[in-house]
């Protein structure tokens, strides 16, 4: 299908000590939303790269590469400073110390229960013995298995708040405890080795500089902060955690601060609102996809443009504030629920007249106004280009971009069937949520009729105003169940037209809607089709796109399809669908799944079995909400050199399209990376990617928060101080 590029910037967030129990929240606790902020020549620093920084009494000092030293004024202004700041003498090994080895030291701190000072050098750990001795000698660092650890390049030494030595080296890091050492390696979760520095945080938390970026140690997990949405530089040649937890590094290209900001998720969700209402709703009638930055990383001047899925995320997006609206009631979520609907409307509308109208209910990709260049220029020498060396089946064909009957919109067809799963998954939300009154109900029963009798009238296909069917527009039982370019279809196709005429007859009261829909099961096994949505070629493979829409149908089908053997299927169906899925952590396919099984067992000739989501999903869920940054911009990100990551099977990594080289893996734990170390506009995208590109030119909508936070809350997954 549709695979738009997927990307996004930003700051990661999780309050320590938050995991959840597979219970919803009984009330909506706050976290650490870590928020970045980096400092350069503008800021009053020079122009020279930073090796130091240094933090004393609330004060922040940073030195340059000539040796100067500057203090931070406020927030966001730096000054020099003559000489050295105060107690940075303190900080290092003294001279006499010093010559009594003969390695090069790279860190020193002072033991704070006896004030004994102890190197990390290129010899090893060294310590000294006691407070007046002249002298260090070796540490010795000694595992249960007798092997001796430490014993050169040692690259980095600190005490954490809890009064645990912690050390680090290529082998790995180790870590002084109540009851001995304790080691750490990539088997156990470190992502990286080449580290620089050690500074000690809040309550145990321990930040390791490198070579590549930050590591960090937060109640027995380890997190990584990489790229240019986290650090000026990714070699950081220092590190130092201040009295508030916030984060401070010096590297080569200035200096930077992980800021600790205290949040919920409601007010998270109402960052994300915000966002959308003043930079990415596109025309009067409010598209949702995602913008263009002409200067990366600089919001104040925005590129709007169109997508090919303008009515897939308009309808997702559209589908949170109904969810938002029903879980607390808030009027600004039902007038945003009134607007997705009126924009999806006009997209059948804009259809019908003109020079080159479409037949009746059939709807566009999206708009964009006559005022700007003709969006047809130039395409049918691409899209020839593309069926040759692509897609064969690709449409080529005149215009692409119609003109509606009132001359001020171009509509764009070969509509995809990614939209229709996206309307039928909004429109019965809508209509059970918000829709009020007797003429909004209305409006709703019209438009899903139009769209659903087009699909009756053309024999189960999407027909544009050529008079044939769109690309990805079939779901006819000749095509699905006996074309050999359809096969691979038949299963997403067939579960998708039977969530379509479930919904047609719930908001119309049509029975005819139904008749159809067992005719399609008893005559052309549509049910059967639809228990296997797609061939998998194991974890992470396949098109994401197609997931999305199949969650986004199973909810649907699975909410208006009374209890029965046929119901019991789709469960079934689902169950599947949900388990290839829940190591990806996604919280819109856990609420969705979770919220349709719940207390439910189906039957089959083995026996009755419980279809319960089981093991972390909802902790899964939890943790990616709050993980999500918060600036939606798409800055590059690697993954596939860290030292906790599997690589997934070469046959896991081949596009439906073409040989796909990028790298995918995952954890060792067999989970995809955390939210906060990839990028993605929208749920399609692949989440066993490890390397993303961008260059914070591109801002995504929070849709991808905004859907599952409010769908949890609707579902009591969540419960926020306005929720159920």
Known sequence: MNKPIVVCLALFSLWPGSALSQSPESSEPSFIQEKVQFFDATSGLGQEGFDTIHVHLGTVHARDKSLQWYHLKDDSRWETQPGVPEAWETTLLPAFLKESLSAVVHQAIRRKEDGCWIAAT???????????????????????????????????????SLGRLWFATRAGVGCQTSTGWQFYTGEDGLPYNEFTQISAGLRGEVWFGTTKGLVRFRNGQWGYRQGKRWVPNDIIQSVQVDHHGHVWVATQTGIGVIRQQTMTLSEKAAHYEHEIETYIKRTPFGYISEVTLPEAGVKERIQYHDSDNDGLWTSMYGAGECFAFAATGNQDAARRAHQAFRALAFLQEVTQGGSHPAPKGYVARTIRSTTLPDPNDGRLERDKRFAKERDSLWKVYEPRWPVSADGKWYWKSDTSSDELDGHFFFYPLYYDLVAQTDDEKMAVRKVVAALMDHLILHDFQLVDHTGTVTRWGTYRPEDLNHHPDWWVERGLKSLSMLAYLAVASHITGDARYLEIQQRLIQDHAYDTNAMI???????????????????????????YTP???????????????????????????????????????????????????????LKDSMNTLKGFPLDRLNWASQNSHRLDIMALPPNNSIDLLQEDTRLRGHLKSGKVLPVENTHFNHWNTDPWILDYGGSGNTLASGTVFLLPYYMGLYHGYIRGESGR
């Open 533 to 559: 949505y797609k061939i998998h070629r194991g974890l992470g493979s396949g098109n994401q796109s197609d997931d999305e829409m199949a969650f986004m149908c199973y909810y649907s089908l699975l909410k």
């Open 122 to 160: 290129s010899h090893g750990l060294y310590v000294q013995p006691f407070p007046e001795s002249l002298s260090m000698q070796r540490m010795l660092v000694q595992d249960a298995l007798g092997r001796q650890w430490a014993t050169h390049d040692v690259l980095g030494i600190t005490q954490d």
């Open 563 to 617: 209890a029965g053997s046929f119901r019991d299927r789709m469960l079934t169906s689902f169950y599947a669908a949900w388990r290839n899925e829940a190591p990806e952590g996604n919280p819109f396919f856990h609420f969705a799944y979770a919220s349709q099984v719940h207390g439910t067992e189906v039957t089959d000739p083995w026996g009755r079995y419980s279809l319960m989501p089981s093991g972390d999903w």
